[in-house]
């Protein structure tokens, strides 16, 4: 079982900011900008490209809820959104995730 398994369930405590029936976001114990949160499925997929044609709505409805609260936060005009898929690629949690950074600037290309 994951940490974010262990935080869907309640095992665990979590700064969270929004919850539906298909995800969850809170804030990330690390952050790597004054805002960082993390967008979660409630359903485990360990990484983006685990994901089946199956996932194509849930993968969406990540999307618009990073859009939402961004609105919320008032973050709207300026973050960025990241998936690290793989170890290689910077994943340590193998549960899928968004991380949506905002509150400073970000260089092009990005890592």
């Avoid at 309640?10 to 690390?30: C, G, H, M, R, T």
């Avoid at 490209?49 to 809820?65: Q, R, Y």
Wanted: hydrophobic share 45%; charged share 25%.
């Amino acid at each position: 079982m994951t940490l974010f398994q262990k935080i869907i369930d309640k095992e665990i405590p979590a700064d969270i900011i929004y919850e539906d029936d298909i995800s969850l976001v809170f804030k990330d114990i690390n952050p790597q900008a004054p805002t960082h949160l993390l967008i979660i499925p409630k359903k485990p997929i360990v990484k983006v490209a685990d994901a089946s044609e199956a996932d194509k709505e849930l993968l969406g409805h990540l999307m618009w809820v990073a859009g939402e609260v961004a609105r919320e936060i008032g973050v709207e005009d300026a973050f960025r959104l990241v998936i690290n898929n793989g170890a290689k690629a910077g994943q340590s949690v193998f549960h899928l995730h968004l991380h949506l950074l905002s509150g400073r600037s970000f260089s092009w290309p990005p890592g």
